[in-house]
């Protein structure tokens, strides 16, 4: 696997030195790479069968090739600044990053490429914001993620001093381990994930980044950085089943208030990207709840929402930023009337709003069925209220789509310029497998 990844940078690094017909070549190269990886994938394998020379299964898999397609879409879209080599380097660190922290079994290999990620991120959004703005943004990031990992670094380094290792298939003896404050041991190993999906109430990072970073540090982080955190908690509970028994409850409760509170907040905010980021919170906080359960079809419903969310998630960036670059503006009020100057866009906007709110026949509403099944049937007293927050997402998410575009027309926008073509191949190449892969469920099996 080693050798893969070493051909792929050097594939990368020889961007530098092409031209910018080459480079959409090379997004087209880096799809084929992507689609090669599915014939390697067992479809009979357990979620956790972590194979010993790949370091990988299912989760990994699709995690690494869903970092790909996303990485692709990110070259599609800023064609504009590919000719900067710093850009392309930093796209390639963050691509090998997180390819080398899903395809890691050891904890601290793990846990070093999962916070190198955050280098080159904080970078695009210092160096490609938009706004004066974005050094608040691109600290709070960092102070949230960077001090979150400390108590995981503490913990990782005691697990290594008491058992000589920290590979993932030796730890399961920790489901026996008692010589570590249950609490401290617990919660000091999933802080730094839990600010990384993030949850409810650590959540105040992401709309700022969100808002001030440029479209491709949005898609990533949207559609790849928030999984690292549920791969991290997947990896984690296994070994943890003796304290997860005791306090997942307190979690999946401050996640339960969270996905009401955050969807009524969407249908009071005008910033369109800001409605995207607590919707991502809101999707991450079910896909939470629904591994905190400790169910098998808890862990399978969590990875189909993340790779439909993954899916979902930068499309509706890629479609604000192309909304923003025509009217100046992200906000509802302004941005209206759409369907007067881009009736194309039209069909691509709302494939991905019925995406976002899991209507069929989307991967998100199969992620979301599995989530609510395995919910009630883990306390069936929360049916209530999980149809209420969803009943709230969907609201939000009809009301963002017939604002931007069934509304009175905003006479300060007459002067727009056309949709591009790559504009549509990247949106098309996100909407076919969101829609489409509801036919290939073995893949998450």
């Known amino acids: 696997m080693m050798k893969f990844y070493l051909f792929l940078f050097m594939l ?27 014939l390697f994938i067992n479809y009979n394998n357990n979620i956790m069968n972590i194979y010993n020379w790949l370091g990988m299964d299912n989760i990994s898999y699709l995690l ?36 080398l922290s899903f395809n890691s079994i050891n904890f601290f290999m793990f846990y070093f490429f999962f916070e190198i990620s955050l280098i080159p991120t904080f970078i695009l959004i210092m160096m490609y914001g938009y706004q004066p703005e974005r050094l608040n943004a691109g600290m709070f990031m960092m102070l949230y993620t960077l001090f979150a990992s400390l108590p995981l670094l503490y913990i990782i380094m005691l697990l290594n001093n008491n058992y000589n290792s920290l590979n993932y298939m030796y730890m399961y003896k920790l489901i026996y381990m008692n010589n570590f404050s249950s609490m401290m041991f617990y919660f000091f190993l999933i802080f730094a994930f839990l600010i990384k999906l993030p949850m409810f109430m650590f959540h105040m990072w992401l709309p700022k980044a969100h808002v001030e970073a440029p479209i491709s540090g949005s898609m990533i982080l949207a559609g790849v950085m ?14 943890l089943l003796k304290y997860s028994l005791k306090f997942n409850l307190i979690i999946m409760s401050l996640n339960l208030m969270g996905i009401i509170i955050l969807s009524i907040l969407c249908l009071r905010i005008n910033d369109l990207k800001v409605i995207i980021a607590y919707s991502s919170v809101v999707h991450m906080s079910m896909m939470l709840m629904s591994m905190m359960t400790l169910y098998l079809y808890g862990k399978y419903s969590s990875l189909l929402l993340m ?18 670059l025509r009217t100046k503006s992200r906000n509802l009020y302004l941005s209206k009337g ?52 969803m009943l709230l997402s969907a609201a939000y998410t009809l009301y963002m789509f017939s604002s931007v575009y069934h509304n009175n027309m905003n006479n300060s926008m007459m002067k727009l310029f056309n949709n ?16 489409m892969l509801i036919l290939k469920m073995e893949l998450f099996y």
Not at 75 to 94: D, G, P
Not at 232 to 237: C, T, V
Not at 420 to 435: D, G, H, R, S, T
């Open 226 to 239: 928030l999984k690292l955190g549920g791969y991290g908690i997947i990896r984690s509970m296994n070994f």
């Open 64 to 99: 690494i090739i869903l970092s790909i397609f996303i990485v692709a879409m990110m070259y599609l879209v800023s064609l504009n600044i590919l000719m900067n080599k710093m850009f392309n380097l930093l796209l390639l660190i963050l691509l090998i990053s997180l390819m």
């Open 420 to 435: 591009k073509i790559v504009e549509f191949k990247a949106l098309i190449m996100l909407c076919i497998p969101l829609n």
């Open 12 to 38: 990368i690094l020889s961007m530098n030195f092409m031209k910018n017909m080459y480079l959409l070549i090379y997004s087209y190269l880096m799809l084929m790479i992507m689609l090669f990886m599915f």
């Open 338 to 389: 759409l369907m007067n100057y881009f009736p194309s866009m039209m069909l691509m906007w709302f494939l991905l709003c019925i995406g976002n709110m899991a209507a069929p026949i989307t991967l998100n509403l199969i992620g979301e069925l599995f989530i609510m099944m395995t919910l009630i049937s883990f306390m069936n007293k929360i049916m209530l209220l999980l149809m209420i927050g």
């Open 307 to 324: 790779v439909g969310h993954g899916l979902c998630s930068p499309g509706l960036f890629m479609l604000v930023n192309f909304f923003y």
